[in-house]
């Protein structure tokens, strides 16, 4: 998924996105970057979180009154050094750019950049391409009369050019600030003003924390310019398509922010009362409730309030372990579980428990949570899931790109209960999923790909079997 920002102050801003950055590292953990700008262009980035990439000697250098961020989930490239982002190319003019999503049409675009365009590309990050797509594009322009609207011939040419799902924040040295969103929205992005004080991030949560009170969505096929002399500039480049990935609301944002107009805590709460009529439906009636922290809690609440059942905290979380779910390799992921979760024995003992979670990929890590509840000493083990079974692979940025890693794809529901060893298994329904995100947007539609199969850019088997192929030659570099 990734985390980007943009901010554009009347001070120093290197301090302030390293602040934003902490607010979206939810978003990725694996690696952080900073560009900043004045006469030049300043970098610093690397593996790690944003508290441990930066530190007050470099920050010291990264000088400008505006810059970039980012946080890295990776999802192409190996995930090596190279592959931490921003990005910059020094011609035309020097452009840095950050980048949240994924590109369906990466290795053709990589192959027509290297060997059509001349261009060299020093990583595996399918953020380059885009990058070097789009200075392409804008080297196209009169140059020499340099304005929006170039800029934003500049990204209807990206658009034309590359496939997938992007959220883009991008420096053009000596000219100002851009942003844009791909034409479905699938990545979140926003906008907020205050005053003469500008920002863009991946979600609200980061304006919150700097202090910027008022803020809107970058439209799908929009593009933000904001000029050196501080005005913004916006058009619709593209018409709007509006589906925005329905797992954000599921696992990936933070509760306290708002996407696309749709609150997501409150889209977790009405996710827990419809999965309590699917509780109830099933015959499972617990003694208590217990989260799964912390995507699940909000669920877990109404879910609770909606059966009359008490809420117990009966898993405490270790805060200095990072999202499991976003770990690479399996067997990191299933490293972390016992140490980031911990049954509190006193609360689980004796009881019929049933646990929440947002959602179930491969199952591993719900086998072990159910195990870990049992060995606690609680009676009977159930396990409701605020998703529909997950069956099939993301394409546009969440690490679940193989068919082979969803368990519901090869599993019934009832094998799959036997699998992670529960006593009874409960999903949302898909209508349910959809109506409790949606909430008063009534007309919403969403990408629900990894639910349904239908990707909003229309990819098909064949597609999914060649990114595949393809996603194993750099995995095995």
Not at 165 to 173: C, E, F, H, P
Not at 373 to 386: F, H, M, N, Q, S
Request: charged share 25%.
């Amino acid at each position: 998924m990734c985390g980007v920002l943009g901010l554009f102050r009347t001070r120093p801003v290197s301090t302030d996105l390293v602040e934003g950055l902490i607010a979206l590292q939810h978003r990725g953990q694996d690696s952080a970057g900073i560009i900043t700008s004045d006469i030049t262009f300043h970098l610093k980035k690397g593996n790690g979180t944003a508290g441990t990439v930066f530190n007050e000697k470099n920050l010291a250098r990264l000088t400008g009154n505006i810059g970039i961020g980012h946080v890295r989930y990776p999802t192409a490239g190996p995930g090596s050094d190279e592959d931490a982002q921003p990005f910059y190319v020094n011609s035309p003019f020097g452009i840095a750019t950050a980048f949240s999503g994924n590109l369906t049409n990466y290795f053709k675009l990589r192959r027509e950049l290297t060997k059509r365009d001349f261009r060299q590309l020093t990583s595996f990050s399918d953020a380059e391409p885009i990058l070097n797509v789009f200075a392409d594009e804008l080297g196209k322009t009169n140059l020499d009369k340099f304005s929006p609207e170039s800029v934003f011939r500049a990204v209807k040419g990206t658009f034309r050019r590359v496939k997938g799902a992007y959220s883009v924040v991008a420096l053009i040295q000596n000219k100002g600030m851009l942003a844009f969103r791909d034409p479905y929205g699938i990545k979140p992005l926003a906008f907020a003003r205050q005053g003469p004080e500008f920002m863009f991030a991946s979600e609200s949560v980061a304006f919150n924390r700097l202090g910027f009170a008022r803020f809107r969505d970058v439209e799908p096929g929009e593009a933000v310019f904001i000029d050196t002399r501080r005005r913004v500039h916006s058009k619709q480049v593209l018409p709007a398509k509006l589906q925005p990935c329905i797992f954000e609301y599921v696992y990936f944002a933070r509760p306290d922010s708002v996407l696309d107009r749709i609150e997501v805590y409150e889209a977790r709460l009405r996710l827990g009362e419809k999965l309590a009529a699917e509780v109830a439906r099933h015959h499972v009636h617990p003694d208590l409730v217990v989260p799964i922290p912390d995507t699940a809690r909000a669920a877990a609440n109404s879910l609770a309030r909606a059966l009359n059942v008490e809420l117990r905290e009966g898993l405490i979380k270790n805060r200095y372990i990072f999202r499991t779910f976003i770990m690479p390799g399996q067997k990191k992921r299933m490293f972390s579980v016992r140490q980031k979760l911990n049954p509190v024995r006193s609360q689980i003992k004796g009881k019929d428990v049933l646990l929440v979670d947002d959602s179930i990929v491969r199952g591993t890590t719900s086998k072990e949570i159910v195990q870990m509840v049992r060995e606690a000493g609680a009676r009977k083990v159930y396990l409701a899931i605020t998703a529909p079974p997950l069956r099939h692979p993301c394409v546009y940025g969440v690490d679940m790109m193989t068919r082979g890693e969803f368990v519901a794809k090869r599993h019934s529901v009832q094998k799959i209960q036997q699998l992670v060893g529960a006593d009874a298994l409960v999903y949302q329904t898909y209508d349910g999923l959809v109506k409790a995100v949606r909430g008063k947007e009534t007309g919403r539609r969403f990408c629900t790909a990894c639910f349904t199969g239908t990707y909003p850019t229309g990819i098909t088997n064949k597609d999914l079997i060649r990114m595949e192929r393809e996603r194993r030659k750099w995995t095995n570099q």
